[in-house]
């Protein structure tokens, strides 16, 4: 086993001396702090049950605040986290960054929104991500928080009323940008006191929760369409010899350009979590590669090649299974699988959009079959509560799918490709 560990190691760390030729000093700075951490770590959950299967595999689900009211109540939580370990889940991962506020309390977010916590009435008076850690991990759960908002917010949240300096906007000065009903408004990424902002956040949640790890999506980048703010475009014209940036939002160039600030970021938050906790996994969960970069700016793909990812969730979410198992050939698909844990993220549902278990099964095989590291389902309410499908079916279903206990597919711990 330990010849196998060190095999992996070396080839592991040659490959990203190689990268650092091409990327920088940084690259290899990273993967030596992976190396170390996959020699000297130790499974991050002590507690799991003893009965589990020898293949690793990610079974996840993500906990959010929309359409579900899975955290605002303990005991309801409780439950759910008792019935997903019975289902031979082994991962969650609950939303704490939302619609302008932490659903958690937080001195970082009182100090610019003024408010320490979402004001639902049923996350008042309690800390839920503390909930979330001592049940999860009293049920053998990996706990990963999840960022779920990055730099996006409500257009009418006291983030983006208090802080207007630091929004940024399209060419034509505009700055709201429709999801689905909802206007959202984006924090300028490249401004030095956003970025501080949300770092302070992150690292918040990493010092003072016992968390495994925390997880980023294509909401840490940024809409193509904008940037044409007054800082950035000065930012971007003193590195280009008084140049403008392109009128075309998808100008190549102007695209590159953002998305290595935002890539640079991105080193500097992964860098910051490892010196607060080694052992706190870097989870990222984004679109496809092509759309996550030309429409979010969200470079994954460098990213896992930094070295600065350590657990990959690429989101799928397909009805026909063509396009699907497409999805999942990609060439940075499956040089990614080469290095870190990459698992696809499976729609079961949402309000409105039932999917029967059968193609979510058929889903997960096709997972298997090209041996990824597991799967996460979005989200907890549609695995059997938001469904056409009888409950009880929909968890027989689930219970077909992970017949046995499994270990998480940890990197830090030893998890090899």
Not at 128 to 156: N, S
Not at 261 to 282: H, L
Not at 374 to 396: C, D, H, M, T
């Amino acid at each position: 086993m330990m010849y196998r560990i060190i095999k992996w190691c070396v080839e592991f760390f040659g490959w990203k001396v190689h990268q650092s030729r091409r990327w920088g000093l940084f690259a290899a700075i990273a993967s030596l702090s992976v190396v170390t951490n996959v020699m000297l770590s130790l499974p991050l959950n002590a507690q799991n049950p003893p009965a589990r299967s020898t293949v690793a595999e990610l079974r996840g689900v993500w906990l959010t605040n929309i359409d579900s009211d899975v955290l605002f109540e303990r005991d309801r939580l409780k439950n759910s986290l008792q019935r997903l370990s019975e289902l031979n889940f082994n991962t969650v991962y609950p939303a704490v960054w939302n619609w302008g506020h932490t659903l958690y309390p937080s001195k970082v977010a009182a100090s610019v929104t003024g408010r320490a916590i979402d004001p639902t009435p049923g996350l008042q008076g309690r800390d839920m991500l503390k909930e979330i850690v001592e049940e999860g991990h009293k049920k053998g759960l990996t706990v990963i928080p999840w960022f779920e908002f990055g730099f996006m917010a409500p257009a009418d949240s006291l983030l983006a009323k208090n802080r207007p300096q630091w929004l940024t906007n399209r060419r034509d000065g505009s700055r709201i940008v429709k999801e689905g009903k909802d206007d959202r408004v984006w924090l300028n990424p490249f401004r030095p006191e956003v970025q501080q902002f949300i770092q302070d956040l992150i690292i918040e949640i990493v010092k003072n929760y016992d968390i495994d790890g925390i997880q980023f999506d294509d909401h840490f980048g940024l809409p193509s369409e904008l940037g044409y703010d007054a800082y950035t475009v000065a930012l971007y014209k003193k590195e280009h010899r008084g140049q403008s940036p392109s009128t075309d939002s998808k100008n190549p160039e102007w695209l590159r350009w953002r998305a290595n600030k935002i890539t640079d970021f991105m080193k500097r938050v992964f860098t910051a979590i490892k010196v607060t906790k080694k052992n706190c996994i870097v989870s990222v969960a984004p679109n496809p590669q092509r759309f996550s970069y030309d429409y979010f700016l969200a470079d994954w793909q460098k990213w896992e090649r930094l070295g600065i990812v350590e657990d990959l969730v690429l989101q799928i979410y397909r009805d026909d299974l063509n396009v699907f198992i497409s999805e999942l050939e990609y060439p940075e698909v499956k040089a990614a699988q080469r290095h870190i844990p990459v698992s696809v993220g499976i729609l079961a549902g949402l309000k409105g959009r039932s999917i029967p278990i059968q193609q979510i099964q058929t889903q997960v095989q096709k997972v298997r079959d090209r041996r990824f590291a597991g799967v996460s389902f979005f989200f907890y309410e549609s695995l059997w509560n938001i469904s056409k499908e009888k409950p009880q079916e929909r968890q027989a279903g689930l219970q077909k799918i992970f017949p046995t206990p499994t270990a998480y597919p940890n990197l830090l711990a030893g998890w090899k490709p």
